[in-house]
């Protein structure tokens, strides 16, 4: 089956901890996404990143970090630098290109402790 | 912001009515695109619509879009229950070369049975 996943599905962080959420696809796309969603504001774009080695801060980068060392992964890591990380997180992917349709991994919702 | 905003934010109506949720945006745009969204769950992309198409169809589901108005909107016929999801617009900006794409906040619909 091709697709994109996620895990944990539910993943909780206590105070001073780093925590990493992880995402994989096997649709052979250059480009992956990672977004957080809060209650009532939509999508917002965390980092992305085109290629293999390459990532751009999105609208809200502060407090997260990444690494894209596979084509097929994209791991978001929480820091203890962000100060309210409770929110559902979601990863995507697409063919890299003119504003291409995007492949929604299930989310992992993050919790504080 | 770039993002667009959906409008309304929620809409609850009966199974078999008609349900149409608007989209407004602020640039210039190469495409624009609807996504669905279950509860808990990812986004699902549902129809893509480009700059230089005025009506599009898939389905149940009729998009247009007016980019002198900067506006789009998403008809979907013969309401059921399981269509009960939130909807998000995603617009891709004109000359953008980094592939990003803006979601608004959403439309919630509730359909009753």
């Known amino acids: 089956d091709g697709g994109i996943t996620q895990s944990p599905k539910y993943l909780f962080r206590k105070e001073g901890q780093n925590v990493t959420l992880s995402c994989e696809q096997n649709?052979?796309?250059?480009?992956m996404y990672w977004y957080r969603q809060d209650p009532g504001q939509g999508l917002r774009l965390i980092y992305y990143?085109?290629?293999?080695?390459d990532f751009q801060k999105g609208d809200i980068a502060e407090g997260y970090s990444v690494s894209r060392e596979k084509k097929e992964s994209f791991p978001l890591t929480v820091t203890s630098a962000q100060k309210n990380p409770t929110a559902f997180y979601l990863c995507?992917?697409?063919?890299w290109g003119a504003g291409e349709t995007q492949y929604f991994g299930p989310g992992t919702r993050l919790l504080v402790l | 912001s770039q993002q667009g905003e959906e409008d309304p934010q929620a809409l609850s109506i009966q199974e078999g009515e008609n349900a149409t949720m608007n989209c407004s945006y602020k640039t210039s745009i190469n495409n624009l695109q609807w996504y669905r969204q279950n509860s808990g769950r990812g986004l699902v992309h549902l129809i893509l619509?480009?700059?230089?198409?005025r009506e599009k169809h898939s389905g149940r589901l009729r998009v247009t879009l007016d980019t002198s108005k900067k506006s789009s909107s998403l008809l979907i016929t013969a309401s059921r229950a399981a269509d009960t999801a939130s909807y998000f617009c995603a617009t891709f900006d004109r000359g953008s070369t980094l592939g990003r794409l803006y979601f608004g906040r959403g439309t919630q619909l509730t359909v009753w049975p």
């Open positions: 990143s085109q290629i293999v080695n």
């Open positions: 649709l052979n796309h250059d480009a």
């Open positions: 995507a992917s697409s063919i």
């Open positions: 619509i480009r700059s230089n198409e």
